[in-house]
Protein backbone atom coordinates (compact mmCIF):
# COMPACT_ATOMS: atom_id res chain seq x y z
CA UNK A 1 0.00 0.00 0.00
CA UNK A 2 2.73 2.40 0.96
CA UNK A 3 3.85 2.03 -2.81
CA UNK A 4 0.91 3.13 -4.09
CA UNK A 5 1.03 6.41 -2.15
CA UNK A 6 1.21 8.95 -3.33
CA UNK A 7 1.69 8.69 -6.77
CA UNK A 8 -0.35 5.67 -7.39
CA UNK A 9 -3.02 7.59 -6.00
CA UNK A 10 -2.35 10.88 -7.55
CA UNK A 11 -2.10 9.17 -11.16
CA UNK A 12 -5.95 7.45 -10.49
CA UNK A 13 -7.16 10.45 -10.07
CA UNK A 14 -5.97 11.92 -12.62
CA UNK A 15 -6.71 9.28 -14.98
CA UNK A 16 -10.29 9.81 -13.57
CA UNK A 17 -10.24 13.56 -14.22
CA UNK A 18 -9.93 12.79 -17.64
CA UNK A 19 -12.18 10.25 -17.81
CA UNK A 20 -14.52 12.67 -16.58
CA UNK A 21 -14.65 15.44 -18.55
CA UNK A 22 -12.86 14.47 -21.63
CA UNK A 23 -13.37 11.12 -22.70
CA UNK A 24 -16.96 10.48 -21.14
CA UNK A 25 -17.76 13.67 -23.43
CA UNK A 26 -16.63 12.67 -26.71
CA UNK A 27 -17.52 8.95 -26.31
CA UNK A 28 -20.92 10.35 -25.41
CA UNK A 29 -21.05 12.58 -28.50
CA UNK A 30 -19.64 9.88 -30.65
CA UNK A 31 -22.57 7.47 -29.44
CA UNK A 32 -25.30 9.95 -29.79
CA UNK A 33 -24.58 10.38 -33.25
CA UNK A 34 -26.73 6.42 -34.09
CA UNK A 35 -29.23 7.80 -31.79
CA UNK A 36 -32.83 9.37 -33.03
CA UNK A 37 -34.77 11.85 -31.62
CA UNK A 38 -36.90 9.03 -29.87
CA UNK A 39 -33.67 7.84 -28.43
CA UNK A 40 -33.43 4.44 -30.40
CA UNK A 41 -30.29 3.56 -32.13
CA UNK A 42 -30.64 5.10 -36.17
CA UNK A 43 -28.32 5.79 -38.63
CA UNK A 44 -30.52 8.50 -39.52
CA UNK A 45 -27.96 11.23 -38.88
CA UNK A 46 -25.49 9.41 -41.24
CA UNK A 47 -28.12 8.90 -44.01
CA UNK A 48 -28.86 12.70 -43.75
CA UNK A 49 -25.27 13.59 -43.73
CA UNK A 50 -24.69 11.39 -47.03
CA UNK A 51 -27.42 12.00 -49.17
CA UNK A 52 -27.58 16.28 -48.51
CA UNK A 53 -25.54 18.08 -50.63
CA UNK A 54 -24.35 20.60 -48.29
CA UNK A 55 -23.04 18.16 -45.84
CA UNK A 56 -20.99 16.24 -48.60
CA UNK A 57 -19.65 19.44 -49.83
CA UNK A 58 -18.98 20.75 -46.36
CA UNK A 59 -16.80 18.07 -45.82
CA UNK A 60 -15.21 18.64 -49.15
CA UNK A 61 -14.54 22.01 -48.81
CA UNK A 62 -12.73 21.09 -45.55
CA UNK A 63 -10.48 18.89 -46.73
CA UNK A 64 -9.51 20.77 -49.47
CA UNK A 65 -9.23 24.26 -47.48
CA UNK A 66 -7.12 22.15 -44.85
CA UNK A 67 -4.73 20.78 -47.77
CA UNK A 68 -4.68 24.05 -49.57
CA UNK A 69 -3.60 25.54 -46.16
CA UNK A 70 -1.13 23.26 -45.30
CA UNK A 71 0.44 22.82 -48.59
CA UNK A 72 1.03 26.52 -48.59
CA UNK A 73 1.95 27.22 -45.00
CA UNK A 74 4.84 24.02 -45.92
CA UNK A 75 6.01 26.70 -49.00
CA UNK A 76 6.12 29.45 -47.39
CA UNK A 77 7.42 28.23 -43.95
CA UNK A 78 10.29 25.47 -45.19
CA UNK A 79 11.34 28.74 -47.46
CA UNK A 80 11.51 30.93 -44.39
CA UNK A 81 13.20 28.18 -42.57
CA UNK A 82 15.96 27.65 -45.35
CA UNK A 83 16.41 31.54 -45.78
CA UNK A 84 16.56 32.14 -41.94
CA UNK A 85 19.21 28.98 -41.07
CA UNK A 86 21.47 29.16 -43.84
CA UNK A 87 21.98 32.82 -45.05
CA UNK A 88 22.88 35.57 -43.33
CA UNK A 89 20.25 38.71 -44.33
CA UNK A 90 19.20 41.59 -43.07
CA UNK A 91 16.26 42.00 -40.53
CA UNK A 92 16.72 37.69 -39.68
CA UNK A 93 16.51 38.35 -36.03
CA UNK A 94 12.84 39.74 -36.42
CA UNK A 95 11.63 36.32 -37.54
CA UNK A 96 11.81 35.18 -34.17
CA UNK A 97 9.25 37.22 -33.59
CA UNK A 98 6.76 35.04 -35.56
CA UNK A 99 6.13 32.75 -33.60
CA UNK A 100 5.22 35.47 -30.60
CA UNK A 101 3.24 37.17 -33.63
CA UNK A 102 0.85 34.06 -33.62
CA UNK A 103 0.00 34.41 -29.52
CA UNK A 104 -0.21 38.41 -29.54
CA UNK A 105 -2.87 38.50 -32.29
CA UNK A 106 -5.43 35.58 -31.99
CA UNK A 107 -6.80 34.34 -35.11
CA UNK A 108 -10.16 35.74 -34.69
CA UNK A 109 -8.58 39.35 -34.63
CA UNK A 110 -5.89 38.44 -37.62
CA UNK A 111 -9.69 37.75 -39.49
CA UNK A 112 -10.74 40.83 -38.87
CA UNK A 113 -7.77 42.95 -39.72
CA UNK A 114 -8.18 41.56 -42.89
CA UNK A 115 -11.63 42.02 -43.17
CA UNK A 116 -11.23 46.10 -42.02
CA UNK A 117 -8.90 46.65 -45.19
CA UNK A 118 -9.98 44.32 -48.05
CA UNK A 119 -13.56 43.80 -47.14
CA UNK A 120 -16.91 45.10 -48.56
CA UNK A 121 -16.13 48.35 -46.20
CA UNK A 122 -12.44 47.85 -45.90
CA UNK A 123 -9.13 50.45 -46.36
CA UNK A 124 -7.66 48.95 -49.76
CA UNK A 125 -11.22 48.27 -50.77
CA UNK A 126 -12.62 51.73 -50.79
CA UNK A 127 -9.43 53.30 -52.00
CA UNK A 128 -9.24 51.13 -55.47
CA UNK A 129 -13.05 52.46 -55.89
CA UNK A 130 -11.60 55.51 -55.42
CA UNK A 131 -9.67 55.36 -58.48
CA UNK A 132 -12.42 52.85 -60.26
CA UNK A 133 -10.20 49.93 -59.49
CA UNK A 134 -12.76 47.01 -59.16
CA UNK A 135 -11.18 44.36 -56.54
CA UNK A 136 -12.34 40.75 -56.13
CA UNK A 137 -14.11 39.78 -52.94
CA UNK A 138 -12.58 39.08 -50.44
CA UNK A 139 -14.94 36.62 -48.32
CA UNK A 140 -14.39 32.83 -49.82
CA UNK A 141 -11.71 30.73 -50.68
CA UNK A 142 -9.11 33.57 -51.72
CA UNK A 143 -9.64 35.19 -48.13
CA UNK A 144 -9.74 31.80 -46.21
CA UNK A 145 -6.71 30.16 -47.27
CA UNK A 146 -5.12 33.92 -47.50
CA UNK A 147 -5.53 34.62 -43.38
CA UNK A 148 -5.46 30.74 -42.61
CA UNK A 149 -1.95 30.99 -44.03
CA UNK A 150 -0.01 34.13 -42.45
CA UNK A 151 -2.17 32.92 -39.45
CA UNK A 152 -0.18 29.08 -39.49
CA UNK A 153 2.42 28.79 -41.64
CA UNK A 154 4.45 29.60 -37.99
CA UNK A 155 4.21 25.82 -37.01
CA UNK A 156 6.01 25.10 -39.97
CA UNK A 157 8.34 27.22 -39.85
CA UNK A 158 10.13 26.57 -36.44
CA UNK A 159 8.80 22.76 -36.94
CA UNK A 160 11.39 23.05 -40.31
CA UNK A 161 13.97 25.44 -38.79
CA UNK A 162 14.69 22.99 -35.77
CA UNK A 163 15.56 20.21 -38.42
CA UNK A 164 17.33 22.10 -40.25
CA UNK A 165 19.84 23.44 -37.53
CA UNK A 166 20.02 19.74 -36.73
CA UNK A 167 21.04 18.64 -40.04
CA UNK A 168 24.90 17.33 -40.37
CA UNK A 169 26.51 19.19 -42.94
CA UNK A 170 28.79 16.58 -43.71
CA UNK A 171 25.79 14.91 -45.66
CA UNK A 172 25.70 17.51 -47.99
CA UNK A 173 29.28 18.35 -48.73
CA UNK A 174 29.51 14.28 -49.53
CA UNK A 175 27.10 15.22 -51.79
CA UNK A 176 28.55 18.01 -53.50
CA UNK A 177 32.04 16.18 -53.79
CA UNK A 178 30.70 13.99 -55.85
CA UNK A 179 29.21 16.48 -58.66
CA UNK A 180 26.47 16.67 -57.78
CA UNK A 181 24.65 20.59 -58.26
CA UNK A 182 23.60 22.57 -54.82
CA UNK A 183 20.31 22.64 -55.85
CA UNK A 184 20.14 18.78 -56.19
CA UNK A 185 21.79 18.38 -53.21
CA UNK A 186 18.91 20.20 -51.12
CA UNK A 187 16.24 18.05 -53.19
CA UNK A 188 17.88 14.71 -52.98
CA UNK A 189 19.37 14.82 -49.37
CA UNK A 190 18.35 17.82 -47.37
CA UNK A 191 14.49 18.33 -47.83
CA UNK A 192 13.80 14.15 -47.50
CA UNK A 193 15.49 14.45 -43.65
CA UNK A 194 13.13 17.31 -42.80
CA UNK A 195 9.71 15.40 -44.24
CA UNK A 196 9.06 13.88 -40.83
CA UNK A 197 9.01 17.13 -38.50
CA UNK A 198 7.59 19.09 -41.72
CA UNK A 199 4.57 16.54 -41.84
CA UNK A 200 4.29 16.54 -37.87
CA UNK A 201 3.82 20.36 -37.68
CA UNK A 202 1.62 19.44 -41.40
CA UNK A 203 -0.48 17.11 -39.34
CA UNK A 204 -0.91 20.22 -36.72
CA UNK A 205 -1.85 23.32 -39.52
CA UNK A 206 -4.54 20.36 -40.84
CA UNK A 207 -6.17 19.97 -37.67
CA UNK A 208 -6.23 23.42 -36.99
CA UNK A 209 -7.31 24.53 -40.25
CA UNK A 210 -10.52 21.82 -40.20
CA UNK A 211 -11.73 22.82 -36.55
CA UNK A 212 -10.72 26.50 -37.24
CA UNK A 213 -14.22 28.67 -36.31
CA UNK A 214 -13.47 31.90 -35.59
CA UNK A 215 -11.51 32.91 -39.50
CA UNK A 216 -14.39 30.24 -41.47
CA UNK A 217 -17.49 31.69 -40.16
CA UNK A 218 -15.93 35.45 -40.78
CA UNK A 219 -14.59 35.08 -44.49
CA UNK A 220 -16.31 31.94 -45.46
CA UNK A 221 -19.68 32.91 -45.86
CA UNK A 222 -20.02 31.51 -49.07
CA UNK A 223 -17.73 28.37 -48.77
CA UNK A 224 -19.59 25.90 -46.01
CA UNK A 225 -17.84 23.86 -43.86
CA UNK A 226 -17.66 21.66 -41.52
CA UNK A 227 -16.72 23.56 -38.50
CA UNK A 228 -19.43 26.12 -39.56
CA UNK A 229 -22.24 23.78 -39.95
CA UNK A 230 -21.91 21.84 -36.62
CA UNK A 231 -21.63 25.56 -34.85
CA UNK A 232 -24.90 26.67 -36.39
CA UNK A 233 -26.33 23.02 -36.06
CA UNK A 234 -25.99 23.23 -32.21
CA UNK A 235 -27.19 27.02 -31.66
CA UNK A 236 -29.83 26.83 -34.04
CA UNK A 237 -33.21 27.15 -32.00
CA UNK A 238 -35.80 26.25 -34.49
CA UNK A 239 -35.43 23.31 -36.29
CA UNK A 240 -32.35 22.05 -34.67
CA UNK A 241 -31.53 18.40 -35.12
CA UNK A 242 -29.88 16.75 -32.47
CA UNK A 243 -28.65 13.91 -33.69
CA UNK A 244 -27.16 16.07 -36.86
CA UNK A 245 -25.15 17.96 -34.04
CA UNK A 246 -23.30 14.49 -32.65
CA UNK A 247 -22.70 13.51 -36.45
CA UNK A 248 -21.08 16.24 -37.43
CA UNK A 249 -18.90 16.49 -35.10
CA UNK A 250 -18.29 12.63 -35.10
CA UNK A 251 -17.36 13.26 -38.70
CA UNK A 252 -15.12 15.48 -37.72
CA UNK A 253 -13.19 13.37 -35.02
CA UNK A 254 -12.95 10.82 -37.63
CA UNK A 255 -11.37 13.37 -40.24
CA UNK A 256 -8.88 14.00 -37.92
CA UNK A 257 -7.92 10.95 -36.32
CA UNK A 258 -7.87 9.11 -40.05
CA UNK A 259 -5.31 11.64 -41.56
CA UNK A 260 -3.37 10.99 -38.01
CA UNK A 261 -3.41 7.54 -39.17
CA UNK A 262 -2.13 8.48 -42.88
CA UNK A 263 0.77 10.99 -41.42
CA UNK A 264 1.79 8.17 -39.02
CA UNK A 265 2.02 5.44 -41.89
CA UNK A 266 3.83 7.57 -43.87
CA UNK A 267 6.67 8.71 -41.50
CA UNK A 268 7.11 5.28 -40.48
CA UNK A 269 7.90 4.00 -44.32
CA UNK A 270 10.33 6.94 -44.29
CA UNK A 271 12.21 6.98 -40.89
CA UNK A 272 15.69 9.13 -40.98
CA UNK A 273 17.83 9.57 -37.92
CA UNK A 274 20.55 11.79 -37.55
CA UNK A 275 23.33 11.67 -35.75
CA UNK A 276 25.36 14.33 -34.18
CA UNK A 277 27.57 16.30 -36.79
CA UNK A 278 28.11 19.81 -37.53
CA UNK A 279 25.41 22.28 -38.02
CA UNK A 280 25.28 24.12 -41.41
CA UNK A 281 27.06 27.18 -41.80
CA UNK A 282 24.95 30.52 -42.53
CA UNK A 283 26.59 32.08 -45.81
CA UNK A 284 26.45 35.72 -46.78
CA UNK A 285 23.90 36.20 -50.11
CA UNK A 286 25.24 38.83 -52.80
CA UNK A 287 23.98 40.90 -55.31
CA UNK A 288 20.01 40.43 -56.39
CA UNK A 289 20.00 36.94 -54.41
CA UNK A 290 20.23 39.02 -51.13
CA UNK A 291 17.71 41.26 -52.11
CA UNK A 292 15.09 38.54 -53.30
CA UNK A 293 15.50 36.35 -50.37
CA UNK A 294 15.45 39.65 -47.86
CA UNK A 295 12.49 41.27 -49.96
CA UNK A 296 10.05 37.53 -49.59
CA UNK A 297 11.66 37.22 -45.87
CA UNK A 298 10.47 40.75 -45.33
CA UNK A 299 7.22 40.43 -46.80
CA UNK A 300 6.16 37.70 -45.12
CA UNK A 301 7.19 39.30 -41.65
CA UNK A 302 5.17 42.68 -42.31
CA UNK A 303 2.07 40.90 -43.52
CA UNK A 304 2.16 38.35 -40.44
CA UNK A 305 2.27 41.58 -37.68
CA UNK A 306 0.23 44.03 -39.64
CA UNK A 307 -3.05 43.04 -38.25
CA UNK A 308 -2.16 44.16 -34.64
CA UNK A 309 -1.37 48.04 -36.56
CA UNK A 310 -4.77 47.35 -38.40
CA UNK A 311 -6.59 46.84 -34.82
CA UNK A 312 -4.78 49.20 -33.36
CA UNK A 313 -5.18 52.22 -36.14
CA UNK A 314 -9.09 50.81 -36.48
CA UNK A 315 -9.96 51.03 -32.53
CA UNK A 316 -9.56 54.66 -32.75
CA UNK A 317 -11.37 55.51 -36.05
CA UNK A 318 -14.58 57.24 -36.16
CA UNK A 319 -17.44 55.20 -37.67
CA UNK A 320 -20.85 55.16 -37.99
CA UNK A 321 -21.98 51.78 -38.01
CA UNK A 322 -20.53 49.41 -40.37
CA UNK A 323 -18.70 52.73 -42.15
CA UNK A 324 -15.18 53.75 -40.99
CA UNK A 325 -13.94 56.84 -41.84
CA UNK A 326 -9.92 56.75 -42.06
CA UNK A 327 -7.94 59.27 -40.76
CA UNK A 328 -10.54 60.59 -38.58
CA UNK A 329 -9.79 59.89 -34.69
CA UNK A 330 -11.53 59.32 -31.72
CA UNK A 331 -12.06 57.78 -27.92
CA UNK A 332 -15.19 56.93 -28.37
CA UNK A 333 -14.85 52.85 -29.03
CA UNK A 334 -12.68 52.82 -26.08
CA UNK A 335 -15.21 55.13 -24.02
CA UNK A 336 -18.10 52.74 -24.64
CA UNK A 337 -16.50 49.68 -22.81
CA UNK A 338 -15.50 51.73 -20.11
CA UNK A 339 -19.54 52.48 -19.63
CA UNK A 340 -20.88 49.60 -20.96
CA UNK A 341 -18.73 46.63 -21.41
CA UNK A 342 -15.79 46.23 -18.23
CA UNK A 343 -17.86 43.04 -17.56
CA UNK A 344 -16.73 41.05 -20.45
CA UNK A 345 -12.68 42.61 -19.68
CA UNK A 346 -13.53 40.85 -16.19
CA UNK A 347 -14.94 37.92 -17.60
CA UNK A 348 -11.93 37.27 -19.79
CA UNK A 349 -9.98 37.79 -16.68
CA UNK A 350 -11.23 36.08 -14.40
CA UNK A 351 -12.13 32.24 -16.48
CA UNK A 352 -8.85 32.83 -17.78
CA UNK A 353 -7.04 33.37 -14.75
CA UNK A 354 -8.55 30.31 -13.17
CA UNK A 355 -8.38 28.26 -16.43
CA UNK A 356 -4.46 29.05 -16.03
CA UNK A 357 -4.02 27.85 -12.27
CA UNK A 358 -6.23 24.54 -12.79
CA UNK A 359 -4.50 24.08 -16.12
CA UNK A 360 -0.91 24.45 -15.23
CA UNK A 361 -1.20 22.96 -11.60
CA UNK A 362 -2.95 19.95 -13.55
CA UNK A 363 -0.54 19.75 -16.33
CA UNK A 364 2.57 20.47 -13.72
CA UNK A 365 1.38 17.22 -11.59
CA UNK A 366 1.02 14.74 -14.64
CA UNK A 367 3.94 15.68 -17.01
CA UNK A 368 5.78 14.24 -13.24
CA UNK A 369 3.89 11.41 -13.19
CA UNK A 370 4.28 10.65 -16.67
CA UNK A 371 8.23 11.44 -16.90
CA UNK A 372 9.38 10.79 -13.13
CA UNK A 373 6.56 8.02 -12.04
CA UNK A 374 5.25 5.86 -15.04
CA UNK A 375 3.22 3.26 -13.95
CA UNK A 376 0.66 0.89 -15.60
CA UNK A 377 -1.80 4.17 -16.19
CA UNK A 378 0.55 6.31 -17.85
CA UNK A 379 -0.34 5.16 -21.37
CA UNK A 380 -3.52 6.07 -21.00
CA UNK A 381 -3.34 8.88 -19.55
CA UNK A 382 -0.83 9.87 -22.54
CA UNK A 383 -3.82 8.88 -24.88
CA UNK A 384 -6.29 10.98 -23.01
CA UNK A 385 -4.36 14.02 -22.76
CA UNK A 386 -3.88 13.49 -26.94
CA UNK A 387 -7.66 13.46 -27.63
CA UNK A 388 -8.49 17.35 -27.28
CA UNK A 389 -5.60 18.21 -29.69
CA UNK A 390 -7.58 15.50 -32.20
CA UNK A 391 -10.81 17.29 -32.06
CA UNK A 392 -11.54 20.99 -33.05
CA UNK A 393 -12.57 23.34 -29.67
CA UNK A 394 -16.53 23.57 -31.25
CA UNK A 395 -16.47 19.92 -30.88
CA UNK A 396 -14.97 19.66 -27.48
CA UNK A 397 -17.63 22.59 -26.29
CA UNK A 398 -20.89 20.59 -27.50
CA UNK A 399 -19.66 17.45 -25.79
CA UNK A 400 -19.04 19.10 -22.94
CA UNK A 401 -22.43 20.99 -23.25
CA UNK A 402 -24.09 17.81 -24.03
CA UNK A 403 -22.38 15.44 -21.46
CA UNK A 404 -23.24 17.90 -18.70
CA UNK A 405 -26.48 19.54 -19.09
CA UNK A 406 -28.34 16.36 -17.27
CA UNK A 407 -27.69 13.70 -14.49
CA UNK A 408 -26.04 14.13 -11.39
CA UNK A 409 -23.56 16.94 -12.61
CA UNK A 410 -25.70 19.71 -14.41
CA UNK A 411 -22.55 22.08 -15.76
CA UNK A 412 -24.05 23.48 -18.78
CA UNK A 413 -24.91 27.22 -18.73
CA UNK A 414 -22.79 28.04 -15.71
CA UNK A 415 -19.21 29.86 -15.50
CA UNK A 416 -17.97 26.44 -14.44
CA UNK A 417 -18.44 24.74 -17.59
CA UNK A 418 -16.68 27.90 -19.29
CA UNK A 419 -13.60 27.40 -17.01
CA UNK A 420 -13.63 23.67 -17.96
CA UNK A 421 -13.35 24.01 -21.64
CA UNK A 422 -10.95 26.30 -21.70
CA UNK A 423 -8.50 24.81 -19.20
CA UNK A 424 -9.14 21.32 -21.53
CA UNK A 425 -8.44 22.98 -24.71
CA UNK A 426 -4.68 24.13 -23.79
CA UNK A 427 -4.21 21.20 -21.52
CA UNK A 428 -1.78 19.31 -23.84
CA UNK A 429 0.36 21.95 -24.39
CA UNK A 430 0.47 22.73 -20.53
CA UNK A 431 1.78 19.20 -20.01
CA UNK A 432 4.56 19.67 -23.41
CA UNK A 433 5.60 22.59 -21.61
CA UNK A 434 5.95 21.29 -17.88
CA UNK A 435 7.82 18.26 -18.42
CA UNK A 436 10.26 20.29 -21.30
CA UNK A 437 13.29 19.84 -18.55
CA UNK A 438 11.98 17.08 -16.08
CA UNK A 439 14.16 14.63 -18.15
CA UNK A 440 17.40 16.66 -17.41
CA UNK A 441 16.66 16.04 -13.53
CA UNK A 442 18.22 13.40 -12.01
CA UNK A 443 16.45 10.67 -10.00
CA UNK A 444 19.32 10.54 -7.82
CA UNK A 445 18.31 14.17 -6.18
CA UNK A 446 15.17 12.79 -5.25
CA UNK A 447 16.50 9.57 -4.13
CA UNK A 448 18.41 11.27 -1.69
CA UNK A 449 16.48 13.61 -0.15
CA UNK A 450 13.63 10.22 0.29
CA UNK A 451 16.80 8.50 1.86
CA UNK A 452 17.55 11.38 4.49
CA UNK A 453 13.89 10.58 5.48
CA UNK A 454 11.67 13.44 3.69
CA UNK A 455 8.08 12.03 2.50
CA UNK A 456 7.80 11.69 -1.06
CA UNK A 457 5.48 14.88 -1.33
CA UNK A 458 7.74 17.01 0.21
CA UNK A 459 10.33 15.76 -1.90
CA UNK A 460 8.15 16.85 -5.24
CA UNK A 461 7.66 20.35 -3.62
CA UNK A 462 11.22 20.47 -2.01
CA UNK A 463 13.63 19.44 -4.56
CA UNK A 464 11.74 18.97 -8.24
CA UNK A 465 9.14 21.62 -8.10
CA UNK A 466 11.83 24.44 -8.30
CA UNK A 467 13.98 22.63 -10.55
CA UNK A 468 10.52 22.22 -13.12
CA UNK A 469 9.84 26.18 -12.46
CA UNK A 470 11.09 27.40 -15.90
CA UNK A 471 8.92 24.75 -17.26
CA UNK A 472 6.13 25.61 -15.71
CA UNK A 473 6.66 29.34 -16.27
CA UNK A 474 6.61 28.58 -20.08
CA UNK A 475 3.05 26.22 -19.72
CA UNK A 476 1.50 29.30 -17.59
CA UNK A 477 2.36 32.17 -19.66
CA UNK A 478 1.35 29.74 -23.06
CA UNK A 479 -1.74 28.58 -21.14
CA UNK A 480 -2.72 32.01 -19.88
CA UNK A 481 -2.22 33.78 -23.92
CA UNK A 482 -4.37 30.85 -25.23
CA UNK A 483 -6.82 30.61 -23.06
CA UNK A 484 -7.80 34.65 -22.99
CA UNK A 485 -8.12 34.43 -27.09
CA UNK A 486 -10.26 31.30 -26.82
CA UNK A 487 -12.85 31.70 -29.08
CA UNK A 488 -14.14 28.16 -30.53
CA UNK A 489 -15.21 26.23 -27.15
CA UNK A 490 -16.49 28.89 -25.16
CA UNK A 491 -18.29 30.21 -28.25
CA UNK A 492 -21.35 27.34 -28.25
CA UNK A 493 -21.53 26.88 -24.23
CA UNK A 494 -21.38 30.74 -23.11
CA UNK A 495 -24.52 32.07 -21.34
CA UNK A 496 -25.72 35.66 -21.16
CA UNK A 497 -23.48 37.54 -18.90
CA UNK A 498 -20.60 34.97 -19.20
CA UNK A 499 -19.23 36.99 -22.61
CA UNK A 500 -15.20 37.33 -22.48
CA UNK A 501 -13.69 39.75 -25.06
CA UNK A 502 -13.10 36.71 -28.13
CA UNK A 503 -16.88 36.53 -28.01
CA UNK A 504 -17.81 39.97 -27.64
CA UNK A 505 -15.39 40.69 -30.37
CA UNK A 506 -17.08 37.71 -32.55
CA UNK A 507 -20.47 38.98 -31.92
CA UNK A 508 -19.36 42.63 -33.05
CA UNK A 509 -17.51 41.95 -36.50
CA UNK A 510 -20.74 39.65 -37.42
CA UNK A 511 -22.79 42.99 -36.91
CA UNK A 512 -19.96 44.66 -38.92
CA UNK A 513 -18.80 46.76 -35.75
CA UNK A 514 -15.15 47.01 -37.06
CA UNK A 515 -14.18 49.81 -34.63
CA UNK A 516 -15.79 48.78 -31.41
CA UNK A 517 -14.04 45.51 -32.29
CA UNK A 518 -11.06 46.89 -33.11
CA UNK A 519 -11.02 48.11 -29.45
CA UNK A 520 -12.16 44.79 -27.91
CA UNK A 521 -9.31 43.60 -30.15
CA UNK A 522 -6.63 45.80 -28.67
CA UNK A 523 -7.31 45.34 -24.95
CA UNK A 524 -6.84 41.33 -25.60
CA UNK A 525 -3.83 41.98 -27.07
CA UNK A 526 -2.46 44.09 -24.11
CA UNK A 527 -3.89 41.09 -21.68
CA UNK A 528 -2.08 38.94 -23.68
CA UNK A 529 1.48 40.77 -24.85
CA UNK A 530 1.67 41.97 -20.63
CA UNK A 531 2.71 38.44 -19.42
CA UNK A 532 4.75 37.67 -22.56
CA UNK A 533 6.88 40.68 -22.07
CA UNK A 534 7.19 39.79 -18.38
CA UNK A 535 7.90 35.86 -19.12
CA UNK A 536 10.79 37.08 -21.63
CA UNK A 537 12.22 40.01 -20.89
CA UNK A 538 12.05 40.08 -16.96
CA UNK A 539 11.70 36.13 -16.12
CA UNK A 540 13.67 35.38 -18.95
CA UNK A 541 11.59 32.26 -20.24
CA UNK A 542 12.10 30.35 -23.22
CA UNK A 543 8.61 30.19 -24.25
CA UNK A 544 9.56 27.52 -27.28
CA UNK A 545 11.97 26.14 -25.89
CA UNK A 546 10.14 22.52 -26.11
Known sequence: MNRFLPWGLLSLLALAFLLLFIAYPIIGILLRSFIDESGEFSLEGFFIFLNQGRYLEALANSIILGL??????????????????????????IVFLLPLSVLII???ISAQSWIMVFGNNGLVT?????FGIPFPRFYGWFGLIYVMTLTYYVHIFLAALAALRGFDHSLEEAGQSLGTAPLTTYVKVVFPTIIPAVLSAGLIVFTLVVGNFAIAISLGQRVPLLSVLTYRSFISELGGNPTMQST????SILLVALVLFLQRWYISKRDYQMVAGRTPPRSKLKGWKSWAATGVAGLVIVLSLLPALVVLAGSFTVSRGPVMYWGQFTLDNYTRILDFNLGVVGNSLKFASLATLLGVTFATLVSYLLVKKRSALSSTLDYLLLLPLTISGTVLGISLAQGFNSGPMVLTGTAALMVLAMMLRRLPFGVRNASSNLHNISNSLEEASVSLGVPPGRTFFNVVLPLMAPGIAAAAILTWVTTVAELSASVVIYQAGQETLPIQIFRLINSDLMARASAFGVINMVIILVPVFIGIRVMKVKLFSS
Open 106 to 108: PEL
Open 126 to 130: HLLDA
Open 248 to 251: LATV
Open 68 to 93: SVTFCCTVVGVFLAFIVARFDIPFSN
